[in-house]
């Protein structure tokens, strides 16, 4: 079984910044792909950025340039760095781990940008 554990959202203004953690109840150098997702009111759940086990990274187009996804594997942690927020970033943010062929979820943190 895997846990994981979000920390760091919160309500920030606009143009703001934001840092995610997502502690991981296991050896994460072994995991397929860590991933944030996020899912706003009304809409479906969407991927933000994921990281490898090879370490590639990648973006959704509207959080690219903005956000930075990094792990550090001597704490199995996974960060999302979050700058230059915008009002349409609100959302839950929810961290997620594939490894071996199996799904986990951490329980969510929500991230409110003001005007």
């Known amino acids: 079984q895997v846990q994981l554990v979000e920390s760091g959202g919160g309500l920030v203004q606009a143009g703001g910044s934001l840092r995610l953690s997502c502690a991981v109840s296991?050896?994460?150098?072994?995991?397929?792909?860590m991933a944030w997702y996020r899912q706003s009111s009304g809409k479906e759940r969407e991927l933000v950025a994921y990281?490898?086990?090879?370490?590639?990274?990648n973006y959704e187009d509207t959080v690219r340039g903005r956000f930075t996804i990094t792990r550090d594997i001597t704490r199995n942690t996974v960060h999302l760095q979050m700058n230059s927020l915008k009002e349409e970033d609100t959302a839950v943010y929810y961290c997620h781990a594939l490894f071996r062929g199996d799904d986990y979820w951490g329980q969510g943190t929500q991230v409110t940008v003001s005007s």
């Open positions: 990281i490898t086990d090879g370490a590639r990274t």
């Open positions: 296991r050896k994460i150098v072994y995991f397929n792909r």
